[in-house]
């Protein structure tokens, strides 16, 4: 099993800034893609952004040129640098972690809430 547990949501105002971040514990061998998704009131679940263990990152079109995701495997963490926010930004931001290819986990959640 891999624990993952998320830190850094807040409430910020449009145009600020926040930095999430995931730490992934337990079996964690075998870990290849990590990422963010996001899940507002009343929709999908989206994705957000993702990076492979050798550095290969992916985005939404939605967040291009303003979050930046990076990652520690020598720590087993992943972070999400969110600049220029917008309200709808808004929405719960989960961890997942891929293992093997074939095996997904998901973290609880981080609120974050982009609100003047």
């Known amino acids: 099993q891999v624990q993952l547990v998320e830190s850094g949501g807040g409430l910020v105002q449009p145009g600020g800034s926040l930095r999430l971040s995931c730490a992934a514990s337990g079996s964690i061998s075998g870990i290849d893609v990590m990422g963010w998704y996001r899940q507002a009131p009343g929709k999908q679940r989206e994705l957000v952004s993702t990076i492979t263990t050798s550095g290969t990152t992916n985005y939404a079109d939605s967040v291009k040129g303003r979050f930046t995701i990076s990652r520690d495997n020598a720590k087993n963490t992943v972070s999400l640098q969110m600049n220029s926010l917008k309200p709808d930004d808004t929405a719960i931001y989960l961890c997942?972690?891929?293992?093997?290819?074939?095996?997904?986990?998901w973290g609880q959640g981080t609120q974050v809430t982009v609100s003047s």
């Open positions: 997942k972690a891929v293992k093997y290819v074939i095996y997904t986990y």
